[in-house]
């Protein structure tokens, strides 16, 4: 059992906070029962287990780190004093995990894989986008692809936002250039929000196979984008605010895509 929180090992895992860090290593950290049982249930290539036996109370959680103990998971003992010095949550529960990062590429995403993808651009609030990936999996979205410079989705922030769903959607991340001219043979419809749209929402037929591009919390779509959309719909809001937060927006717009999928098939 390591005691030390100067511990080389224990040094590398706590520099995971850092992005930096996750982009050099390709891994990340994440903590928690619920999250570590999820990252399992999803196969995700696990590197170790992080364990506080003094913390880990829970007959369920213990059994899971027994039967990953039997498939020859590498686990970490450490103290609980050591494991507070990783953990962000107040009352840690004595299980985390250091878990390497997967991404798709463009070349993978393909229109017969969900609802539809959801494309980012610029997204820069980790727990937006943590919200977005736990509501894409509730409609049955196939993943998400990150244009330009957008937050880290293996920010712990972005983790605990998704709830676990981080291991249920694929992640792409490429440039608008490269997005752009991947789209044009990719046989997909792009739809777009803006707040200028004259189509609502609700009045418009969203075609498949669908990919819904959203623009950044500050800026939205630009000129450019909102070019190489099929159509481009709008929220109406009638309150004092001009705009809804990102991710609720994007959780609207993806249970309208939903209804009428649903309704399509009835």
Known sequence: MLTSKHNPAIKQIRALRQRREREATGLFFIEGIRNVTEAVQAQAPIEQLIVAPDLLRSQFAQDLVEQQRQQATTILEVSSE??????????????????????????????????????????????????????????????????????????????????????????????????????????????????????????????????LLMGSEREGLDTEQQAQCQALVSIPMHGQADSLNLAVATGVLLYEILTQAAASKA
């Open 82 to 211: 050591v494991f507070a010095s990783l953990s962000s949550k107040d009352g840690p529960q004595g299980l985390a995990a250091v878990v390497r990062q997967q991404w798709a590429t463009l070349a993978e995403v393909k229109p017969d894989q969900g609802l539809c993808w959801i494309a980012l651009n610029a997204i820069s609030d980790p727990g937006n986008l943590g919200t977005i990936l736990r509501t894409g999996d509730a409609v049955g979205a196939a993943g998400v692809i990150l244009l330009g410079d957008c937050t880290d989705p293996y920010d712990p922030a972005t983790g605990r936002a998704s709830m676990g769903t981080l291991f249920s959607q694929r992640l792409v991340k490429a440039t608008w250039a490269e997005f752009n001219q991947w789209l044009s043979q990719s046989g997909f419809n792009l739809v777009g929000a803006a707040d200028s749209a004259s189509s609502h929402y609700r009045n418009y037929d969203y075609p498949q196979p669908l990919i």
